[in-house]
T-cell receptor, first 119, second 116 residues
Framework: GAVVSQHPSRVICKSGTSVKIECRSL??????MFWYRQFPKQSLMLMAT?????????EQGVEKDKFLINHASLTLSTLTVTSAHPEDSSFYIC???????????????FGPGTRLTVL | AQSVTQPDIHITVSEGASLELRCNYS??????LFWYVQSPGQGLQLLLK??????LVQGIKGFEAEFKRSQSSFNLRKPSVHWSDAAEYFC??????????????FGQGTILTVHP
């Protein structure tokens, strides 16, 4: 149980285009989803927290208009990188936190990640 | 603000040897602590977590970690390493208040190499 999927796993796009990444909780309802960015050989940096039905909370330094996050249902959150540029190339990972029930309460389940390359 | 430090960027051990990965945290309240493992190009898998209670926590794959409040540490250990344990390991502290409920702050990660 507690599986999170991401689609696509890899995407290559041209500079100036927009890319949408989907994050789905397959077997549980995710009240909260998180989006992380990971540069090569570096740690995960939280970009934003999204709660179902409300606006995402972005971390300091993350451009809201550049990284659009939508959490329209309890099983789906999307990250759209608008007008992507080469510096947006990175590994994007989502995670989901479900209903606060033991033993998995307060635990995030991570997706496999999406490798974005902007040419 | 909370922070996590993993002092060792890269550790190399021989298969069968014991392992300890260090983690120090800075947090104003009672910490929620996690250890994750990441294989190349993959997402993260939870090894174990500490919320309260027994300070020695058992996890999956034979890993354990000990919470030491006096040292602000949560070191990960394994008595005998297997070649399949080669991966990157992340320590994290969780924040469970307000609109950022569940937010994790990660350490820099420790890359584990296992020699046969």
């Amino acid at each position: 149980g507690a599986v999170v999927s991401q689609h696509p796993s890899r995407v290559i796009c041209k500079s100036g285009t927009s890319v949408k990444i989907e994050c789905r909780s397959l077997d549980f309802q995710a009240t909260t989803m998180f989006w992380y960015r990971q540069f090569p050989k570096q740690s995960l940096m939280l970009m934003a927290t999204s709660n179902e039905g409300s606006k995402a909370t972005y971390e300091q330094g993350v451009e809201k208009d550049k990284f659009l996050i939508n959490h329209a249902s309890l099983t789906l959150s999307t990250l759209t990188v608008t007008s992507a540029h080469p510096e947006d190339s990175s590994f994007y990972i989502c995670s989901a936190m479900g209903v606060l029930v033991p033993p998995t309460y307060n635990e995030q389940f991570f997706g496999p990640g999406t490798r974005l390359t902007v040419l | 603000a909370q922070s996590v430090t993993q002092p060792d960027i890269h550790i190399t051990v021989s298969e069968g040897a014991s392992l300890e990965l260090r983690c120090n945290y800075s947090y104003g309240a009672t910490p929620y602590l996690f250890w994750y493992v990441q294989s190349p190009g993959q997402g993260l898998q939870l090894l174990l977590k500490y919320f309260s209670g027994d300070t020695l926590v058992q996890g999956i794959k034979g890993f354990e970690a000990e919470f030491k409040r006096s040292q602000s540490s949560f070191n990960l250990r394994k008595p005998s390493v297997h070649w399949s344990d080669a991966a990157e390991y992340f320590c994290a502290v969780g924040f469970f208040r307000g609109t950022s409920y569940g937010k994790l702050t990660f350490g820099q990660g420790t890359i584990l190499t296992v020699h046969p």
